[in-house]
């Protein structure tokens, strides 16, 4: 994602789950976040759920 303009994503924790930083905000709303989340689609794991 962050290749793909979405700056701030976090490296997953060892059970694999994005964790932002205490006090971080991620903006999932734009056209960033939109083309950042198709160009990576292939990625996510079943279930995934980016959109909180």
Do not use: I, Y
């Not at 694999?16 to 976040?33: H, K, M, R």
């Amino acid at each position: 994602m962050r290749t793909h303009g979405v700056p701030g994503v976090p490296d997953p924790n060892s059970d694999g789950d994005f964790v932002p930083p205490t006090g971080a905000a991620l903006n999932t709303v734009g056209p960033e976040w939109d083309q950042a989340r198709q160009a990576c689609k292939s990625q996510e794991w079943p279930g995934a759920n980016l959109d909180k």
